[in-house]
């Protein structure tokens, strides 16, 4: 009863408005920058391959440029009330830059190694900013929409930006120079739009006893861990799928699921607002394990297609209802900290997922694995569910 009535206080009927010129300006930011990433996903793996790497260096390199976006995402989010978002946004995207000029130079694998850590460190900044100054610039009771609404920027920039890559891979015969220079353009155009964009006003004050990691948001970022232990795990093997089972729509899944996905957003940010958190997450949960389900059993592209779709709607609608979730429990101070709680959660699921299953296909096919994480991807609806008895009995 508690937890309904607390939802019903932070939904509201707000007039203001959500598409503003700061918020188009951030959405920019985010759609450049995600696209000088996702353009780096079927160019990259080549190169490392190409100057004598290997796929061991190819899933290291993806690693090391995780770890080093989400080691210093703490004290960042400590800083930023103090230092500001804006600072952190633009420091972000040209660090990310920056690194990424470095490319052009076509280096050996060893400074290919130092680049990616380098935009590591950028990416976790930007990551942190960003998702936190879409907090500053949500209106009041409508924080869900508001957050699903720049939600559609991600999957937009990964519906397009690796398939142009792999066209541009392959009829450019891998001319590594122009491609670089088409992820670094984005980044630079990215880094110009950071500069531009005015950050709202806020209060601001001292936060230097403001614990690195915050408790309010424990339970959204639970959620968010399994989600993306998931999500990574489709990203790193779904392609090995599709060729062990000689489905040829593997691109195009991630081009559905990118597209479904941004579509879902802001739908279910705006339920989320209405009905209430849970009520959005818990039904998106399972509509997500059902999909992974259906993609352990695939074995025609309509099959895989219809469980991208699927998945889309179910991984887009959590996502949004969650990050909400986590907003509402985080007063202005201590935004930054929650979010670097949060955001840090994301990603630590996607290199766990990808590892732990790594580790479990030397003993299991791809049917066992992908149940087993259409499993896992009901254990928050169970951990939500054991909350609500121990609030009710407790």
Known sequence: MKTLLDEKLLRGNSKEKIITRKFMVLFGVVFLLFFALDFYIPVLPFYVIDIDGSETA???????????????????????????????????????????????????????????????????????????????????????????????????????????????????????????FIASLAAILAFLMAVIFREPKLEKGEDKKTPLLSGRVLFPSLIIFFMTFNLGSILTFLPLLGEVRNIQAVGYFFTLFALTAAVSRPLAGRLSDRLGRSRVFLPSLVLASVALAMIALANSELHLLLSAFILGIGFGSAHSSVMAMAADRLPIMERGVGMATFTASFDLGIVVGASTLGILLNWFDFTAVFFLCAVIMLVPVLLNTAKQRLRKYG
């Not at 490319?103 to 930007?126: D, M, N």
């Open 58 to 180: 190819v899933g290291l390199l993806m690693g090391l440029f995780t770890f080093c976006s989400v080691i210093l995402r703490p004290l960042q989010g400590r800083n930023l009330n103090r230092r500001g978002r804006k600072r952190l946004l633009v420091a972000g995207t040209a660090v990310y830059a920056a690194a990424g000029l470095g490319l052009l130079f076509l280096p050996s694998l060893p400074l290919v190694f130092i680049f990616r850590a380098i935009q590591g460190f950028g990416w976790g900044a930007f990551l942190l900013a960003f998702n936190t100054l879409t907090l500053d610039l949500a209106p009041t009771g409508r924080r869900g929409e508001t957050l699903g609404l720049m939600g559609i920027a991600p999957p937009f920039s990964l519906a397009v930006a690796p398939v142009l890559g792999e066209h541009l891979r392959i009829t450019t015969e891998s001319n590594y120079l122009l491609l670089f």
